[in-house]
């Protein structure tokens, strides 16, 4: 791992939650995807510069233990609802990326008094088409190097030598994968209330989107999403597909530095 | 009483496309390549079988598959029907119904009733967790399965053995508020239980209820540890010593009147195994199989079981105890092999069709079988 930091632990009303807490100042809480948490990422770094980041991992994934009765995102919403209460955190900047942009759009829905801002990368969570178009294509059903092509610009990055990894890092990504599938097999990687009621979200809004993003496009669910929010900003990062954070961790942080420099709403 | 035997066939659908034209046979292969002409054809032939197992003596087994041409059962309620109504002494096992795919464990407690009362008390009801092939089939999260699997147990038991007016359910799964199920079933309590378990973790708890625990194709170590936990775990709680005829074992079985003739049989068979080409997202949903499963995956490291699957050879999977096959001595020795590592067992699985094994070396291999062999175990102390 990059810097030689390792995750901490913290718990909330009974729930143990690996999670890297770095820098200082506003509060920033990282909502990781269907990837996990890596402490080492250059993203984690970068956004350390701007504030205090907190970035858990999500019951199931990484390191922390399944909880039995954490099964939906809107359980996770609520966790981490119940954490920034705990830490009696304020005008927090929530950020969160695909699954967990999921995660931050439902916390945000339920209650925004302890948000100042909410950064928002190719979330998932809405239905955006009729019953029969499938709107987030079927990675339990289409074979990895696929899955890699949709969700990566330069496939290469997605890719993996088993051979390499530790028996700890294997399990994690065995790990990752089975919470993916608990929170999001069924309604697949949505809500299909949540659409309805995202015009609950008060706090600025900033919706990054890889401009190569080939998995959920800017142009139909990035739409979708930016014409429920009333007043949320769109942006596109170039060069980026699905994860932007890890395909150009330059260009997002530097959209993030530039969404919270802006005077508030 | 001895050993007794079942008589099961998958059904397949084998007239297809060189496989080189699909990448999975299971899940996705378009049904235009299915010609219900054929089908239906092939639906009579097969429940022919199964009426001449059972005046041949054998009992009856069935189960059921989805979205695959390895198996045309998609509801193994409805061909029991049938076979209830056009046998007479037979038991009828159903192994089994996949309740943890099923959203409405209620209509699976009704059909079930429904076939045994048809069959005046004759069926022997199965509860499986479902192959990890069927978790897109069926919609269901691979995740948590065995919670769901009890949850729908408890519920199917509890719906066939209430007389006295609706109950309530509202579990983490199963939301029912008026369970009065018409018709009750006709055995007291209810039919026997039957659950396949491929793990030790698995027959813990059906040796806890004293359900008969059966393996499939699992070999003989895998088998030894699954029925020696079953065991265990009665010993365990101090409940009595489970008797033989609570464990069953299935593999696939040709006798023929040399051994020659019981290798063609059984290479014949060994269609299911070779014919299952299914791409790994399929085969390995997350959460299916164990964490450690899935890495010892990633390392190539799980045991050589899983690799036989792969690439299937009649000599390992005889050496394995997967294929019992040969002339009628052979068969035995083979049987009895299994019999004494994995510390006995009451029900022989026979998979005694498949591919393009045709209706008279079907029928022969079952006739070699109760002829020759079936007494030998029927006689076991």
């Known amino acids: 791992m990059a810097n030689g930091s390792h995750p901490g632990w913290l718990t909330v009303h009974g729930v143990r939650l690996e999670i890297v807490e770095r820098g200082q100042g506003r509060p920033i809480l990282w ?61 927090v900047v929530v950020i969160g990326s695909s699954l967990g942009g999921w995660v931050a759009a439902e916390m945000a829905v339920k209650s925004s ?36 092509r949709l969700q990566y ?49 008060t706090p600025p809004t900033l919706l990054l989107w890889g401009a190569d993003d080939r998995f959920v496009t800017a142009a139909y669910y990035g739409a979708a999403y930016r014409s429920a929010i009333p007043g949320a900003r769109f942006e596109t990062i170039d060069g980026a597909g699905h994860f932007p954070h890890i395909e150009e961790p330059a260009a997002f942080a530097a959209r993030v530095r530039g969404f919270l420099g802006e005077p508030k709403a | 009483m001895g050993m007794r035997a079942w008589f099961f066939s998958e059904n397949a659908y084998h007239l297809l496309p060189d496989s080189k034209e699909y990448d999975s046979i299971r ?42 041409a390895t198996n045309l059962n998609p509801s193994a309620a409805v061909v029991m029907g049938a076979l209830a109504r056009d046998t007479r002494k037979a038991r009828l096992l159903i192994l089994g119904n996949p309740i943890a795919n099923r959203r409405e464990p209620v209509r699976v407690a009704e ?8 069959a005046r008390g004759r069926l022997e009801c199965g509860f499986v967790r479902g192959v990890p092939y069927e978790m897109s089939a069926g919609n269901h999260r691979p995740t948590r399965m065995m919670e769901r699997f009890w949850e729908a147990h408890d519920l199917i038991v509890k719906a066939w053995t209430s007389h006295d007016g609706p109950f309530n359910w509202e579990g983490k799964y199963f939301h029912h508020r008026q369970v009065n199920i018409w018709p009750r079933p006709y055995q007291e309590p209810h039919p026997p239980i039957w659950i396949t378990a491929l793990s030790p973790g698995s027959a813990r708890a059906v040796g806890e209820k004293g359900y008969v625990v ?61 014919s299952n080409k299914v791409p790994p997202q399929f085969t390995s949903p997350p959460g299916y199989h164990p964490t450690a499963t899935t ?79 079936y007494p030998r175990l029927k006689a076991l102390a």
């Not at chain 1, 994934?61 to 955190?89: C, E, K, M």
């Not at chain 1, 100042?116 to 990368?121: I, R």
């Not at chain 2, 059972?54 to 087994?61: D, F, P, S, T």
């Not at chain 2, 059909?111 to 048809?118: G, L, T």
Request: glycine residues 8%; hydrophobic residues 40%.
């Open chain 1, 31 to 91: 909502l990781h995807g269907e990837e996990g948490l890596d402490p080492g990422a250059p993203f984690l770094e970068l956004l350390a510069a701007q504030g205090r980041v907190l970035a858990p991992s999500h019951p199931g994934f990484g390191h922390s233990p399944d909880v039995g009765s954490i099964d939906t995102v809107d359980d996770l919403s609520y966790l981490y609802l119940d954490l920034l209460a705990a830490r009696n955190l304020r005008d």
């Open chain 1, 113 to 148: 008094d302890r948000l100042g801002g909410l950064v928002l990368v190719a979330p998932l969570g809405i239905k955006v088409g009729d019953r029969e178009t499938r709107d987030i294509p079927d990675i339990f059903a289409l074979p990895p190097d696929e899955v890699a």
């Open chain 1, 153 to 201: 610009r330069d496939p290469a990055r997605a890719a993996v030598d088993h051979a390499k990894l530790s028996d700890d890092q294997l399990t994690m990504i065995a790990r990752n994968r089975e919470a993916t599938a608990l929170y999001a097999w069924e309604p697949y990687f949505h809500n299909p209330k949540l659409r309805q009621w995202l015009h609950r979200i």
């Open chain 2, 27 to 68: 899940v996705k292969l378009p049904n235009r390549y299915y010609d219900p002409k054929i089908g239906a054809d092939l639906y009579h032939r097969f429940i022919d079988e199964w009426q001449i197992a059972e005046e041949l003596g054998l009992e009856i087994m069935v189960n059921e598959h989805h979205q695959t």
């Open chain 2, 111 to 118: 059909e079930m009733a429904m076939v045994d009362v048809y």
């Open chain 2, 214 to 274: 059966a393996c499939f194709l699992t070999g003989f170590d895998g088998t030894k540890n699954v029925f020696g936990s079953y065991r265990e775990r009665r010993a365990e709680l101090r409940l009595p010593t489970p008797a033989l005829d609570r464990f069953a074992y299935a593999a696939l079985v040709y006798v023929g009147e040399t051994d020659e003739e019981g290798y063609a049989g059984a290479r014949k068979l060994m269609w299911y195994l070779e």
């Open chain 2, 295 to 373: 890495v010892n995956a990633m390392k190539g490291t799980n045991p050589g079981i899983f690799k036989m699957f792969q690439n299937p050879a009649l000599g390992p999977l005889m050496e394995n105890g997967l294929v019992f096959a040969g002339n009628p001595d052979s068969v035995y020795r083979q049987i009895m092999k299994m019999y004494d590592h994995v510390g006995g067992f009451g029900h022989l699985l026979i998979m005694g069709q498949a591919g393009f094994l045709d209706h008279e070396e079907t029928v022969k291999g079952m006739q070699m079988f109760v002829r020759e062999v």
